[in-house]
């Protein structure tokens, strides 16, 4: 495969409609070809529905927090009615940033470079020394809103236009989205959990990479993740497609090693991956949730959200070593998904087989992807 084919030709490389038994994984390019980079810029990130947030970010009036999604800078806020929405975060004067931190509170939102101000509801309310400027409507020139929706304490945005080309995933609620997930999530009382730290990793692999791995159906669990698999029913280890997310879920056993049986107990392990590239894993009174975010062909930020049932006095200790466990896990991946990186840049390898027993997340995920890759060619 060389850079001289089109991205038409790089994506049609896949089958997608080769059954699990038959699947070969996307093929290498995908992973180091800038053209797929930009493509899913566009067709994945900036058509599906992204993970920004907390809720509980956004209590008051006035609060708000920025993201960036696709590319796209991105203020969601809490306005004085109580009512969530999002902005793209470009003052439609000169294009500068309109909030700069990456969280806050205000009254209103004001431009730091002229001085333009925008209420909580994304409309103009002043430009100073504009007088004289002919054919401008206030009315225009108000921030470009962007779909926000909640679920949980999770806050979601949506750049995909309504009006618009449609791809395969736009148009619809977050709900919608998420499909029957939502219902097999609620019995888990996300909301008894409370946030406790964030963590940040950066790789030296493409996105992909890293959620394969997640989503390999523990294959290598007993490999890589030596002390998770002490606590681990591996053989009883199942795995689930959703029309948009994949469910892994294990029994839980008592492990022989004492860091990691200390902080994962319980009857039942949940890992919920939801397309492109967000990830929920459960555990009895412990959570952390991920997102993956595209930071170049070779270069991804995985960003792990904390949450415990209980997160003062005496549970500031088991809360620590839980983090600490998870720590020693994401190092293991973090390793191998740089490893394999490097890998899919050698002449020895185009595309690899799938587990029927342990793969089919990964099948899903790159069915999707396709989707989305081809869709978007073909507009």
């Known amino acids: 495969m060389t850079m001289h084919e089109s991205v038409r030709d790089i994506v049609g490389i896949y089958d997608a409609s080769a059954s699990l038994a038959r699947a070969y994984t996307i093929p290498a390019p995908w992973y180091v070809d800038p053209r797929i980079d930009a493509q899913e810029r566009a067709a994945v990130f900036g058509r599906t529905w992204q993970y920004v947030g907390r809720v509980d970010q956004l209590a008051a009036p006035g609060s708000f927090i920025t993201a960036d999604v696709a590319g796209e800078p991105i203020v969601i806020v809490r306005g004085a009615d109580n009512t969530l929405r999002a902005f793209f975060n470009v003052c439609r004067h000169h294009a500068a940033l309109v909030a700069c931190e990456p969280a806050g509170a205000c009254s209103v939102l004001q431009c730091p470079y002229h001085g333009w101000t925008y209420g909580l509801d994304g409309a103009l309310k002043g430009m100073p020394e504009f007088e004289g400027v002919e054919n401008f409507a206030k009315s225009d020139n108000g921030l470009v809103p962007v779909r926000v929706e909640t679920w949980e304490n999770f806050v979601f945005v949506n750049l995909s236009d309504k009006g618009g080309r449609k791809g395969p995933h736009d148009g619809g609620s977050l709900t919608e989205y998420l499909g029957d997930a939502v219902d097999r999530i609620a019995p888990l009382g996300l909301s008894k959990l409370h946030f406790f730290e964030r963590r940040s990793y950066a790789l030296n692999c493409n996105w992909k990479v890293y959620v394969d791995n997640y989503l390999d159906g523990g294959y290598h669990v007993p490999h890589l993740h030596k002390s998770l698999s002490t606590v681990l029913e591996y053989k009883d280890y199942l795995i689930e497609n959703g029309p948009r997310y994949c469910l892994q879920w294990s029994p839980m056993k008592t492990g022989k090693d004492a860091a990691t049986a200390a902080v994962r107990k319980g009857d039942m392990a949940y890992y919920y991956w939801f397309y492109p590239n967000f990830m929920l894993n459960w555990y009895e ?95």
């Open 285 to 379: 009174g412990v959570m952390d949730t991920n997102l993956v975010l595209p930071l170049g062909i070779d270069k991804c930020l995985v960003v792990f959200d904390f949450y415990f049932d209980q997160v003062a006095g005496d549970a500031e200790t088991r809360n620590r070593q839980s983090i600490a466990v998870a720590e020693r896990v994401q190092q293991e991946d973090v390793d191998i998904c740089e490893s394999v990186q490097r890998g899919l840049t050698s002449r020895a390898y185009v595309a690899g087989r799938l587990s029927v027993r342990r793969e089919a997340g990964e099948h899903l995920f790159h069915r999707l992807l396709h989707a989305d890759l081809s869709a978007a060619d073909r507009g």
